[in-house]
Antibody, heavy 118, light 109 residues
Framework: QVQLVQSGAEVKKPGASVRVSCKAS????????IHWVRQAPGQGLEWVGW????????DYAQKFQGRISMTTDTSINTAYMELKRLTSDDTAFYFC???????????WGQGTLVTVSS | EIVLTQSPGTLSLSPGQRATLSCRAS???????LAWFQQKPGQAPRLLIY???TRATGIPDRFSGSGSGTDFTLTITRLEPEDFAVYYC??????????FGQGTRVEIK
């Protein structure tokens, strides 16, 4: 069965960087884009960006441009999201999701809580 | 960027009742690329509906989506206890500027 398993919770200081991983299994990894979506505690969903594992091509939401990087390692079916220059506003659960319909995630990871605190 | 406005913010209903959730877009959603998700506390979102009205795999037929252009609706015909959750709409017609609504909470009355 399709599964996306994310790395564990992180606590970072302001100004630091964080990298979250998302390991896929149960399907052929390369053909399906991977979305990243975040959710601040008690708040709504915010689309962060997506990556095409086949080409490495990415698109990011405007607000993250310049401090976000998404990559994949197709040899181990894993996607990564790195966010730099963290602030307290980046405290959130970060979810990865497999894209199936050209912009919609059908299978989601369990989420990774990133806490930014001094 | 397309802004999605969901209403009401909270819907208080009893099991067995019908729920009608609205999602209004600030401009027409291309090709009706509008999805609905359900989210329960501590869980990831679950895809219910895509392309405005197509149920995702395994979704019960009490969930239905409708609408086009700027006005979309998610209907749950008879609420089951497990349906009390937060529901989000998402537009994906304008890559890469995908946006979500702010959510509607369906709570037990």
């Amino acid at each position: 069965q399709v599964q996306l398993v994310q790395s564990g919770a992180e606590v970072k200081k302001p100004g630091a960087s964080v990298r979250v991983s998302c390991k896929a299994s149960g399907y052929t990894f390369s053909p399906y884009f991977i979305h990243w979506v975040r959710q601040a505690p008690g708040q709504g969903l915010e689309w962060v960006g997506w990556i095409n594992p086949s080409s490495g091509g990415t698109d990011y939401a405007q607000k993250f441009q310049g401090r976000i990087s998404m990559t994949t390692d197709t040899s181990i079916n894993t996607a990564y999201m790195e966010l730099k220059r963290l602030t307290s506003d980046d405290t959130a659960f970060y979810f990865c999701a497999r894209d199936i319909y050209g912009g919609v995630g059908d299978y989601w990871g369990q989420g990774t809580l990133v806490t930014v605190s001094s | 960027e397309i802004v999605l406005t969901q209403s009401p913010g909270t819907l208080s209903l009893s099991p067995g009742q019908r729920a009608t959730l609205s999602c209004r877009a600030s401009q027409s959603v291309s090709s009706n690329y509008l999805a609905w998700f359900q989210q329960k506390p501590g869980q990831a979102p679950r895809l219910l509906i895509y392309e405005a009205s197509t149920r995702a795999t395994g979704i019960p037929d009490r969930f239905s989506g409708s609408g086009s252009g700027t006005d979309f609706t998610l209907t749950i015909t008879r609420l089951e206890p497990e349906d009390f959750a937060v529901y989000y709409c998402q537009q994906y017609g304008y890559s890469p500027k995908f946006t979500f609504g702010q959510g509607t909470r369906v709570e037990i009355k």
